[in-house]
């Protein structure tokens, strides 16, 4: 981090406490150098104590002088361990990490040494989270995944980036004694690449798009190995866990979200800000922040998420919080919209995206989406199309290669529920934003 002062008080501060706020700001401000979607707001953390991103360096002496040297464990100790930490996957699925490694532990003794992959790709638009991990933090991230190398006996190990943060990672290789045989790759790019199956794909060098596979990953993926694709905020915590171990760990958080995680938070005018906050953290208080207050809904886990309205914002950041407004953690994502944002325009335009993002391989996905986008964009437009959107969702959903088409579809479904009174508005050729005025 290139910190304008030295103030330890001021990288750790919680964000949210207005008499320290400015000192925060100029201090902590553009730690993650030019990295992608972080714009010029400031990297921060709402804990007195961060884990994740508490070296105030990236630099290999500094992270050894604060963590220490990296314990090796057994592959059942790491699985163990990982499973006492309740830790989930931080790439969007939330899968426990714990039933990933043993699944790759278990194909391994039958089909051979595995291939470690980890994804810091990051193809959604609203997360800033793994770059400012990659270029705050890349020793922990390095340190998960060498720990799952050893435990698993890796016979390759890939590290794939944004190409943005290449020079940040190389550099991070080249200090330490133990990566040599760490792989560094630029990540393809797009929406749907960061997918397991799409990134590896993309390492045996064919288009980055997600394959409809008949074998797990965990069974046999790249160079037909059990493979293991984990998302590099996960390696980190597990960089953590097998330091501190999983009472440590969980010492902070919620039964179902333990220890920390990175949130990105933005809206229409502030580009993604970076929170590491402790789970269960309450909607509201990350929003507040990143100094957003006007808050008419939130789209919580990206494009593939699910917006909630103003009834949500007291709901812990945890699956049991959020699960009765519809909505999940996901990959850690924020983005708000207030008074002056349309919410049906706001969602036609992530619609187009997600149509955009498609890979063309299945039906629901090439033809659906697009049928959507342009259903949502008519409705937009003063045609009450919301029967025919209702038909399209029947017709996608579940029935796509991949899990892009479901993921579209729910944010869209949320999007009718939170803005229902927008959309007959809109099907009456009204929007409430621009009150009174004709949106045909």
């Given at each position: 981090m290139r910190l304008g002062c030295r103030c330890r008080r001021c990288v750790a501060a919680v964000a949210s406490l207005p008499t320290h706020r400015h000192r925060l700001r100029r201090c902590v401000r553009d730690v993650a150098g030019r990295a992608p979607q972080t714009g010029d707001g400031p990297m921060t953390t709402t804990m007195p104590s961060p884990r994740l991103l508490a070296v105030a360096t990236p630099r290999w002496d500094d992270h050894l002088a604060h963590h220490?040297?990296?314990?090796?464990l057994s592959s059942e100790a790491l699985i163990a361990e990982v499973g006492r930490a309740g830790l989930t996957g931080r790439g969007g699925a939330g899968f426990p990490v714990e039933r990933k490694l043993a699944a790759v532990a278990r194909s391994s003794a039958r089909h051979g040494r595995p291939v470690i992959i980890a994804n810091g790709s990051e193809g959604e638009a609203l997360s800033a989270k793994d770059a400012v991990l990659l270029t705050s933090s890349p020793h922990l991230v390095l340190d998960g995944l060498l720990a799952c190398a050893a435990a698993l006996d890796a016979r390759a190990v890939h590290l794939v980036v944004d190409e943005k943060v290449m020079p940040q990672m190389r550099r991070a290789l080249d200090e330490r004694p133990d990566a040599g045989y760490v792989e560094l790759r630029a990540a393809a790019g797009g929406f749907v690449g960061g997918e397991a199956s799409a990134l590896v794909a993309s390492l045996r060098g064919g288009r980055p798009v997600p394959v409809d596979r008949r074998e797990r990953l965990a069974v046999r993926g790249l160079h037909r190995a059990p493979t293991l694709v984990q998302n590099v905020e996960t390696l980190a915590a597990i960089g953590l866990i097998v330091r501190v171990g999983a009472d440590h760990f969980r010492s902070?958080?919620?039964?179902?979200?333990?220890?920390?995680?990175?949130?990105?938070?933005?809206?229409?005018?502030?580009?993604?800000?970076?929170?590491?906050?402790?789970g269960g953290t309450p909607l509201r208080a990350l929003?507040?922040?990143?100094?957003?207050?006007d808050v008419n809904a939130v789209l919580v886990g990206g494009?593939?998420?699910?917006?909630?309205?103003?009834?949500?914002?007291?709901?812990?950041?945890?699956?049991?919080?959020?699960?009765?407004?519809?909505?999940?953690?996901?990959?850690?994502?924020?983005?708000?919209?207030g008074s002056e944002?349309?919410?049906?325009?706001?969602?036609?335009?992530?619609?187009?995206?997600?149509a955009d993002a498609s890979a063309g391989q299945c039906g629901p996905c090439a033809n659906g989406l697009p049928a959507v986008s342009h259903a949502w964009e008519a409705l937009g437009s003063g045609v009450d199309t919301r029967a025919e959107l209702s038909r399209l969702a029947g017709l996608v959903a579940g029935r796509g290669a991949c899990h892009h088409p479901d993921g579209s579809i729910r944010m869209m479904g949320s999007a009718l529920r939170v803005f229902a009174d927008d959309a007959a508005a809109h099907a009456r050729g009204l929007c409430f934003v621009r009150q009174g005025v004709d949106a045909r």
């Amino acid at each position: 981090m290139r910190l304008g002062c030295r103030c330890r008080r001021c990288v750790a501060a919680v964000a949210s406490l207005p008499t320290h706020r400015h000192r925060l700001r100029r201090c902590v401000r553009d730690v993650a150098g030019r990295a992608p979607q972080t714009g010029d707001g400031p990297m921060t953390t709402t804990m007195p104590s961060p884990r994740l991103l508490a070296v105030a360096t990236p630099r290999w002496d500094d992270h050894l002088a604060h963590h220490g040297a990296l314990p090796l464990l057994s592959s059942e100790a790491l699985i163990a361990e990982v499973g006492r930490a309740g830790l989930t996957g931080r790439g969007g699925a939330g899968f426990p990490v714990e039933r990933k490694l043993a699944a790759v532990a278990r194909s391994s003794a039958r089909h051979g040494r595995p291939v470690i992959i980890a994804n810091g790709s990051e193809g959604e638009a609203l997360s800033a989270k793994d770059a400012v991990l990659l270029t705050s933090s890349p020793h922990l991230v390095l340190d998960g995944l060498l720990a799952c190398a050893a435990a698993l006996d890796a016979r390759a190990v890939h590290l794939v980036v944004d190409e943005k943060v290449m020079p940040q990672m190389r550099r991070a290789l080249d200090e330490r004694p133990d990566a040599g045989y760490v792989e560094l790759r630029a990540a393809a790019g797009g929406f749907v690449g960061g997918e397991a199956s799409a990134l590896v794909a993309s390492l045996r060098g064919g288009r980055p798009v997600p394959v409809d596979r008949r074998e797990r990953l965990a069974v046999r993926g790249l160079h037909r190995a059990p493979t293991l694709v984990q998302n590099v905020e996960t390696l980190a915590a597990i960089g953590l866990i097998v330091r501190v171990g999983a009472d440590h760990f969980r010492s902070v958080g919620t039964a179902d979200e333990p220890g920390t995680r990175l949130v990105s938070v933005s809206g229409p005018s502030r580009s993604p800000v970076v929170f590491e906050t402790v789970g269960g953290t309450p909607l509201r208080a990350l929003l507040e922040a990143a100094e957003i207050s006007d808050v008419n809904a939130v789209l919580v886990g990206g494009y593939h998420g699910a917006w909630v309205g103003q009834s949500a914002l007291d709901a812990p950041l945890s699956p049991t919080g959020l699960a009765p407004h519809g909505a999940a953690v996901g990959a850690g994502i924020l983005h708000a919209i207030g008074s002056e944002h349309c919410g049906i325009a706001v969602t036609g335009d992530i619609l187009r995206v997600l149509a955009d993002a498609s890979a063309g391989q299945c039906g629901p996905c090439a033809n659906g989406l697009p049928a959507v986008s342009h259903a949502w964009e008519a409705l937009g437009s003063g045609v009450d199309t919301r029967a025919e959107l209702s038909r399209l969702a029947g017709l996608v959903a579940g029935r796509g290669a991949c899990h892009h088409p479901d993921g579209s579809i729910r944010m869209m479904g949320s999007a009718l529920r939170v803005f229902a009174d927008d959309a007959a508005a809109h099907a009456r050729g009204l929007c409430f934003v621009r009150q009174g005025v004709d949106a045909r």
